[in-house]
């Protein structure tokens, strides 16, 4: 089928990330404690790289049940604008004759990489521009519930110390802060970030650092939008 | 079985909140286009929250007493270093962290 062969071909870029990802937050969860079953429900139903790796912190922490919902909302809080750019297209994709399950399903396997490659692809005119859509979804969301599963079951199998691989989620994060900073319009955003997450460290402690720091860079944000320049939001179809 | 369901619990409201975040465009601005200010924190606001989150990461370094964070600040530069001479995320990722596991085990052990 051309549709599947050329969506295969689309992924191709973030194959590595997700397997390597994947792999990493399946790791931790074993080293945490969790059977190889959780690692695949979290995958399947959360399918969040950094989500879940937090849930990781938030599980071993004890935090209450009204924090997870809060700092999870907060951290997804950017999916809010993945979506915009696609209601059209999406909606268009279910009203097809028995495919309205697929409406909901791609909303829901939108994610930071997925979103990157559906706002760069292009279709030849030969091809189902729907079908690539959706089964690149598809794809990533299988390869990720895969290497998700298969890092908590290796970590049960290898014997080697692996005291330290968390780190790979604060690399993560650092190399996608080096992303923006490189592409941002405005370092101020940043910046913001960064002195409320450093305030709130004093302010209210190291491990309840995150909501007052989001709320005052939201607040932050909001007052300074005059002074930040951004360009249009960009319309990733062509 | 409390630890279960308390597992369970946490995986089920993250998932829930994802959704949440995630379906909120479509059944929000389905009908019309959202209002500038969202559009505007939908560009600003994750490069706050990613930095929070690098800031979040490091909360349990212990700066004060030596050898200072040695190991877990130079791992970062690593990470910065490889992401903006070689720009491969993944590159960097196995490079940093690497290094911090390395680090951790010869140069500033635990």
């Keep these: ?238 | 079985m409390t630890d279960t369901l308390q597992t369970a619990a946490i995986i089920g409201i993250i998932a829930l909140m994802t959704w949440i975040t995630r379906g909120l465009p479509y059944l929000l601005f389905a009908r019309k286009s959202p209002p500038p200010v969202i559009e505007y924190l939908g560009k600003v606001l994750p490069s706050a929250i990613m930095i929070i989150l690098v800031v979040y990461c490091l909360r349990n370094t212990a700066f004060t007493v030596t050898p200072y964070g040695a190991a877990e600040l130079l791992s970062v530069l690593v990470v910065a270093g490889m992401q903006l001479w070689r720009k491969n995320s993944l590159l960097s990722i196995f490079t940093g962290t690497a290094c911090y596991m390395i680090l951790i085990r010869t140069a500033f052990p635990m």
């Design chain 1, 1 to 238: 089928m051309k549709a599947v062969r050329f969506a295969l071909k689309q992924i191709i870029p973030l194959l590595f990330s997700y397997l390597f990802v994947g792999l990493a937050s399946g790791l931790l969860l074993h080293k945490a404690g969790y059977a190889p079953i959780w690692a695949f429900l979290s995958a399947l139903f959360i399918y969040a790289g950094s989500m879940q790796i937090v849930m990781v912190t938030l599980m071993t922490s004890g935090v209450p049940l009204y924090m997870v919902a809060a700092m999870t909302l907060f951290i997804n809080a950017r999916h809010i604008f993945y979506g915009i750019s696609f209601i059209d297209e999406f909606r268009a994709i279910g009203k097809r004759k028995g495919q309205a399950w697929k409406y909901p399903y791609m909303a829901l396997t939108l994610t930071d990489e997925t979103y990157s490659v559906l706002c760069s692809l292009k279709v030849p005119e030969e091809i189902d521009r729907g079908k690539v859509e959706f089964y690149i979804l598809l794809f990533c969301h299988l390869l990720w519930v895969a290497s998700c599963t298969l890092g908590s079951v290796l970590g049960q199998m290898l014997p080697v110390d692996m005291t330290g691989i968390e780190f790979s989620a604060t690399a993560l994060f650092v190399a996608v802060v080096v992303n923006q900073w490189q592409s941002a319009d405005s370092h101020l955003p940043a910046i913001i970030g960064l002195l409320s997450a450093i305030a709130f460290y004093f302010i209210s402690g190291p491990n309840g650092l995150i909501l007052p720091a989001l709320s005052m860079s939201v607040l932050a944000l909001v007052l300074l939008q005059k002074r930040i320049p951004t360009h249009a939001l960009e319309v990733p179809h062509d």
